[in-house]
């Protein structure tokens, strides 16, 4: 099934609206959403090499970008890593990559893909649905920003715990009918 930009976009920006804002499993992203703060890029990377490039090319566009127009970058890639295993151990390499440009500490890393797992979970148990989303995602996210953030919200260290009780409470059921953009693969 192809998709085009546009579509690849709006599909990620109602899983954002729906599930990751609607069900508040990230308290900071209404903020940088509401003021389009938010950069989301479409990779036509369909290997690892071009993947590469853009994720080198986004990364210093955030770190050179002025937040308060780009805070976080969405690094939407559904050509390549569309499988679970691969798109984790890549995340050792998107890592590195940081390291590469000596911004450890300024930006980092997050990720959410179609199929994720936590490790010793099942491959359908909820919990893991706190980190799926229709294509696979680098989160590029300013560290200051999260610092900030993270300040500012008192409870910071059971948003995890929160997001996994708002998603049992929720279901299979309940998460069917948000009426989520489906698993997609391109």
């Given at each position: 099934?192809l ?33 389009d ?24 566009l ?40 000596e911004l ?60 996994i ?11 069917a ?10």
């Amino acid at each position: 099934m192809l998709h085009n930009t546009d579509t690849v976009i709006a599909n990620t920006r109602a899983w954002l609206e729906k599930a990751v804002i609607g069900l508040n499993l990230c308290p900071f992203a209404k903020a940088v959403y509401i003021k389009d703060q938010i950069r989301f890029v479409v990779s036509e990377a369909n290997n690892l090499d071009r993947l590469l490039d853009d994720l080198d090319r986004e990364l210093l566009l955030l770190s050179a970008a002025d937040p308060n127009e780009i805070d976080t970058t969405l690094l939407i890639h559904p050509k390549v890593l569309n499988d679970f295993l691969d798109f984790n151990d890549f995340l050792d390499v998107a890592d590195g990559v940081v390291a590469e440009h000596e911004l450890e500490g300024v930006l980092q890393v997050a990720s959410f893909h179609p199929d994720y797992q936590f490790a010793d979970t099942e491959p359908e148990d909820i919990s893991n649905y706190t980190n799926r989303a229709p294509y696979p995602i680098l989160h590029l996210l300013r560290e200051e920003s999260l610092d900030r953030a993270v300040a500012a919200f008192p409870d910071a260290a059971d948003i995890f715990e929160k997001n996994i009780q708002t998603l049992r409470q929720l279901g299979h059921a309940g998460w069917a009918a948000l009426g989520l953009p489906q698993q997609t693969r391109i």
